[in-house]
């Protein structure tokens, strides 16, 4: 088997797994009081540490006042905060609140625990080469993604 079969065979797993997972996890996801936009959204100030609105628009790739309803909602739930720049003060960042931090690190948890008990179910002679497998492909996604930022590309 080729070298483009084998992306090929990856792909469709990866596919898979995430449509599994996503399954696996609904009910954990469907007790957040937010909807998908919100959590996108939060996801990418923590991701950012402090963002503007309108690199925040950017990146979604809409206005910035679409935005703006999404960050007043996760400013009403204590989940974000808007902090002035210390060098303009014109220029107002966002910043997840330590509420959104946690909110986010327990949906992280939640995935690895989740993980974790299926892992369990693996061999260790698997679970060496899942690791090996892994490790490579979160090698060559680390180089890409600096070679994207190299070039200018921004994620």
């Not at 989740?114 to 490579?136: I, P, R, T, V, W």
């Not at 492909?137 to 994620?155: A, E, H, M, P």
Request: glycine share 4%; proline share 1%; net charge positive.
């Amino acid at each position: 088997m080729g070298k483009s079969e084998n992306i090929k065979r990856i792909t469709r797993l990866q596919r898979e797994l995430a449509k599994t997972m996503r399954r696996h996890a609904f009910k954990h996801w469907m007790t957040l009081s937010m909807s998908t936009s919100q959590v996108k959204t939060l996801f990418c100030i923590i991701e950012n540490e402090s963002i503007s609105s309108k690199k925040l628009a950017d990146i979604f790739d809409v206005t910035p006042a679409n935005v703006t309803g999404i960050i007043d909602r996760l400013i009403q739930q204590g989940l974000v905060r808007r902090a002035e720049s210390s060098q303009d003060r014109r220029v107002v960042f966002l910043e997840a609140t330590q509420i959104g931090k946690k909110l986010i690190e327990n949906l992280e948890q939640h995935v690895s625990e989740q993980s974790s008990k299926l892992l369990s179910g693996m061999s260790e002679d698997e679970l060496d080469h899942l690791y090996l497998g892994l490790s490579a492909f979160l090698k060559v996604t680390r180089s890409q993604i600096q070679d994207d930022k190299t070039l200018g590309k921004d994620y």
